[in-house]
């Protein structure tokens, strides 16, 4: 497996990185995942956009153009594979461990490809429960520094679920790696984007995808009561894309079946996807 390490591609195997990265001793870092359906990059522009969003969050210089990264990745693809990106960028190698923000260093760059498993729950729906958000108030950035997301989601998985819905207070705000939709009285309804939340590119294709089509939508608070109260709970990501949560809290969504606006947005966005 070859991988892209600071302008070379070399095997795996290879790719090492100094343990004096401050990726490594501080998670002084920033990642983007784009999926690649049979080699094509899915909405890479609003991936790179994101990627400068989180970048600019931390303060740190975006080492590539646009068309750049896509030079870059292109080599990873394997055409015939429905496959994903991942890339990392830390601020670098520092001669030593200081907090503060070295001078006269490049960051780290780093990209490889795997390929999208497939997640059975995508399908048959999954169980899901809330959990009280612990994280910081910069979740719009795209950070490496994952500890939180890391034991909330082991949290989900030691109960027997397969996700965690995170809530500050009564209010939720997503998934340990995930947004998060319900459909309440009908209407399909996300938290609206802030500091709570990382802008999920997914959630942006279901939100036009919604629009284009139709169908009653709207970005604005969920409390634990509407989630609760809801016909249908989704979670969302690129590689896993729409999931229906079929248990909350060991409790049936709706009647414990993936439910119908599901079905129809998930029709949708396979249709989207095959137009790209
Ligand atoms: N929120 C969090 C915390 C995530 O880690 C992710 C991605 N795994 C998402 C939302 C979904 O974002 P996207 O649709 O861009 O993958």
């Known amino acids: ?56 969050a931390i303060r740190l210089a975006n080492p590539h153009t646009f068309d750049e990264w896509r030079a870059i990745f292109t080599p990873l693809l394997d055409a015939s594979k429905d496959q994903y990106i991942y890339l990392q960028i830390t601020r670098g190698v520092a001669p030593k461990r200081d907090h503060a923000f070295p001078e006269h260093i490049g960051p780290t760059v780093f990209a490889m490809c795997s390929d999208i498993a497939p997640f059975p729950g995508k399908v048959i729906g999954i169980k899901a429960v809330t959990i009280d958000d612990k994280r910081w108030q910069l979740c719009n950035a795209k950070a490496i520094t994952l500890l939180a997301n890391i034991l909330h989601r082991q949290d989900a998985l030691d109960q027997g679920a397969a996700e965690a819905i995170l809530h500050r207070g009564e209010v939720v705000t997503e998934g340990a790696a995930s947004n998060v939709f319900i459909v309440l009285n009908g209407v399909l309804i996300t938290p609206p984007k802030g500091p709570d939340i990382l802008p999920g590119i997914t959630r942006d294709v279901i939100l036009m995808l919604a629009q284009n089509n139709g169908l009653a939508c709207k970005e604005d608070t969920i409390t634990l009561a509407q989630l609760n109260a809801a016909e249908e709970i989704w979670v969302t990501s690129s590689t896993r894309e729409i999931v229906p949560v079929i248990e909350l809290n060991q409790t049936l969504v709706g009647t414990g079946q993936p439910g119908p606006v599901w079905q129809r947005m998930d029709a949708l966005f396979q249709a989207y996807k095959a137009t790209l």
């Open 1 to 56: 497996k070859t991988v892209y390490l600071n302008g070379d591609y070399i095997a795996l195997a290879d790719a090492k990185i100094s343990v004096l990265d401050r990726g490594f001793l501080f998670g002084d870092g920033i990642y983007e995942v784009i999926p690649a359906y049979k080699g094509r990059l899915f909405h890479l522009d609003a991936h790179l956009q994101r990627l400068q969003d989180s970048l600019t």
